[in-house]
C-alpha cells in the first residue's frame, strides 16, 4: 500500500520484470549452453540467464575477454571517476542491513549550505567534476528543497551532479533537474518481494513497489540517466542480478534516450551490526561474473565499481567490464574538508585519493575521465 503523496504511474513494469524472474531456473543450463552462448554477437534473455548460472563460472575467464572486448568498443580506453558526498545521514526507515537505520544508535549529521560549499570546493581542488549527492532517506531532515540548493550549488563545481537520496514523485525529480542534477541512483536492494518486507520492516521505504517505479519517474521527469542494482548478500545474487538487467533493459527500450547505469555493491559492515550468518554471501568470483554479464548483455551501460570492494579487486576490473570508478571516498557525513558531522554508512574497502586512483588508472594505459558530459 502506497503512503499518501506517493504517486503513482501507469506502466506495467513491475509486473514483466516479476514474471521473468518468477520463470528463471538457473540450474537448468550446461557448459555447452554457455559455450554456445559466448559465441554469439548479440545477447537476449536467455543468454543472460546462461551467463548469470552456475554452469558460467568455469567460463570466468571467455567472458572476461569478451567483456573487455565490449567495453573497449563502446567506452574504448576511458575511466570516469567521480566522488559522493553524503550531506546528511538522518533516515526513517528500518532497513536492517544499513548503518543509517532509524534504529541504529549513530552519530547523525547533517551539513549546512555553508558546509556543503566548503565540501564542494575541496572536492572540486581534486580535479573532480562528477559529483554523487547523497542522504539519508528522510524527507525531514532532507527535504526536495534542501538537496535542491545543494544541487545548485553544485552547478558552481561539477559538470554532472547525480543524486542518491530517497525515491521521488515525477514532479520533484523535475524541480531538481531544473536545478541542475541529471543522473538519479536508485537501487531496489532485492527484488524478491517477500526477501524485501523481511529486510524493510518500517517507513517509506518499506513501499517496494514504490521503489520500484523510481527510476521511471525520473526518466519520464527528464533526467540525463538512471543507474540501478541489487546489494548482493541480501538475497539470490543470481536471480537478484537477472532482474536488475531485465529491469535495466525495459527501461532501456521505453526511455530510449536515457543513460542506464549498473552498480554492484556487496554488503560491508556497519556500525552496531548485529553480527549474524550471511547465507547469501557473494563472493569476488561470483560478483565478477555478474559484471561480466551485465557487460556482455548491455555492452553501452556504465557499471560503476565502489570502494566497497578490495583495491586489488578495483584495480583488476576497471578496464575489463566497469568504466567508472569512485576515489577520494568518505561515507561520513561531510569529511573532504571538515571533520565529518556524522557517522559512516558502512566500512569502505579502498581509501584511496583520486590522485591514487588516476594513477592507477594510468599504470594500465587506461584513461581517467573527469567529465563526460557538457552542461548546456
Do not use: W
Amino acid at each position: 500500500m502506497f503512503y499518501e503523496n506517493m504517486e503513482e504511474i501507469k506502466s506495467d513494469m513491475l509486473e514483466q520484470v516479476s514474471e521473468k524472474i518468477k520463470n528463471y531456473d538457473y540450474n537448468i543450463y550446461t557448459e555447452n549452453d554457455v559455450q554456445k552462448t559466448l559465441n554469439k554477437d548479440f545477447l537476449d534473455e536467455t543468454d543472460l540467464k546462461i551467463l548469470l548460472s552456475p554452469a558460467a563460472e568455469k567460463f570466468l575467464n571467455e567472458m572476461a575477454y569478451k567483456a573487455q572486448y565490449e567495453t573497449r568498443k563502446h567506452f574504448g580506453t576511458n575511466i570516469s571517476l567521480f566522488t559522493p558526498l553524503y550531506i546528511s545521514n538522518y533516515c526513517e526507515n528500518y532497513c536492517t542491513y544499513c548503518g543509517y537505520n532509524c534504529k541504529n544508535n549513530i552519530h547523525r549529521g547533517k551539513l549546512s549550505i555553508e558546509e556543503i560549499q566548503k565540501e564542494f570546493e575541496a572536492i572540486s581542488k581534486t580535479g573532480l567534476e562528477d559529483i554523487l549527492i547523497l542522504t539519508g532517506e528522510s524527507r525531514t531532515a532532507s527535504n526536495v528543497e534542501y538537496i535542491g540548493e545543494a544541487v545548485k550549488l553544485a552547478k558552481k563545481y561539477f559538470s554532472s551532479i547525480s543524486i542518491e537520496i530517497y525515491p521521488l514523485n515525477t514532479d520533484e525529480y523535475k524541480y531538481l533537474n531544473g536545478c541542475g542534477a541529471d543522473f538519479v541512483c536508485v537501487y531496489q536492494e532485492t527484488y524478491n518481494k517477500e526477501r524485501y518486507k523481511q529486510l524493510h520492516l518500517s517507513g517509506h521505504k518499506s513501499v517496494f513497489e514504490y521503489r520500484f517505479y523510481a527510476q521511471e519517474r525520473a526518466a519520464l521527469a527528464g533526467m540525463r540517466g538512471v543507474s540501478l542494482g541489487v546489494l548482493f548478500g541480501l538475497y539470490d545474487f543470481r536471480k537478484d542480478a537477472f532482474a536488475a538487467a531485465t529491469h535495466a533493459c525495459l527501461l532501456q527500450q521505453k526511455y530510449p534516450d536515457i543513460k542506464i547505469g549498473f552498480s554492484v555493491p556487496r554488503l560491508r559492515p556497519f556500525i552496531n551490526e548485529h553480527k549474524e550468518q550471511n547465507n547469501n554471501y557473494v563472493n569476488e568470483k561470483q560478483l565478477f561474473q555478474a559484471l561480466c554479464a551485465y557487460r556482455l548483455f548491455m555492452p553501452f551501460a556504465d557499471i560503476t565499481i565502489s570502494t566497497r570492494e578490495r583495491a586489488v579487486f578495483r584495480d583488476n576490473v576497471i578496464g575489463v567490464c566497469a568504466t567508472k570508478i569512485s576515489a577520494g571516498v568518505k561515507t561520513s557525513v561531510g569529511g573532504h574538508k571538515d571533520p565529518a558531522k556524522g557517522d559512516e554508512q558502512f566500512e569502505i574497502s579502498d581509501s584511496r585519493s583520486v590522485s591514487e586512483i588516476t594513477n592507477l588508472i594510468r599504470s594500465k594505459n587506461l584513461t581517467p575521465v573527469f567529465t563526460n558530459h557538457i552542461r548546456l
